[in-house]
């Protein structure tokens, strides 16, 4: 039995290894220098950062209370299709906010001038 226990957590340990060193090697979540990405923006967005920049400006000046001094995106939480974004105002206060109009809404050179037209982003490209 003890024998059967020990081998059991050998193979629980090399499972755990094996997943541990697939993640590190994954290139999930790295740009194509090998530098971890903060942003999870489609590619048919040329300059993330300076597209997240863009939408905390327009959060900011959308902001009403003067309360706290905080303004906050989410990048999982733009949509594309609807050419919309979630911004945070104060932690729990919410505001769905539109993209601005010139803002790419698809990977064809759609843009959110005309919402018809937008895919969006499609998970896994």
Do not use: W
């Amino acid at each position: 039995m003890k024998v059967v226990c020990i081998i059991l957590l050998l193979v629980i340990a090399a499972a755990n290894l094996s997943a541990t060193n697939k993640a590190d090697s994954s290139k999930d979540g790295k740009d194509t220098n090998g530098k971890r990405k903060l942003l999870n923006f489609p590619s048919f967005i040329p300059d993330p950062t300076k597209f997240a920049s863009e939408l905390l400006d327009i959060c900011k000046k959308n902001k009403t209370s003067l309360t706290l001094n905080y303004t906050a995106i989410n990048d999982k939480h733009v949509d594309f299709k609807n050419c919309t974004f979630l911004c945070k105002h104060e932690p729990n206060k919410n505001v769905t906010l539109n993209l601005p109009e010139e803002t790419p809404c698809g990977p064809s050179g759609q843009t959110c001038a005309n919402k018809s037209q937008c895919v969006g982003h499609i998970p896994g490209c």
